[in-house]
């Protein structure tokens, strides 16, 4: 499975982004969809998720600013950021849980968002 995340950028705080990413490969079914984010020195924190079945779930810090959606068709899931404040700095990473045969978990490359205040 290969996942390419695009999207990332300098936005000043205020200021709005989109992040997407593709799955493509050997895809039976995908369980989950979501992004998370790390800064140095930190752990790697869930920011949004999104289940096959379409719920959702929000690290409490992005309720409210950010919209996590998923695209079946295209196995895409994209993650609209409103609202950026400089805490929201960092490098972005899709997770996509996959079914076959088991449950394995894929790590896309990351994509960097910087937000200036």
């Known amino acids: 499975v290969q996942l390419q995340a695009s999207g990332g950028g300098l936005v000043q705080a205020g200021g709005s982004l989109r992040l997407s990413c593709a799955a493509s490969?050997?895809?039976?079914?995908?369980?989950?969809m979501g992004w998370y984010r790390q800064v140095p020195e930190k752990t790697r924190e869930m920011v949004a998720v999104v289940l096959s079945g379409g719920n959702t779930d929000y690290a409490d810090s992005v309720k409210g600013r950010f919209t996590i959606s998923r695209d079946n068709a295209e196995n895409t899931v994209y993650l609209q950021m409103n609202s950026l404040k400089s805490e929201d700095t960092a490098v972005y990473y899709c997770?996509?849980?996959?079914?076959?045969?088991?449950?394995?978990?894929?790590w896309g490359q990351g994509t960097l968002v910087t937000v200036s205040s």
């Open positions: 997770y996509v849980v996959v079914v076959r045969g088991g449950h394995y978990g894929h």
């Open positions: 490969g050997s895809i039976f079914s995908i369980r989950s």
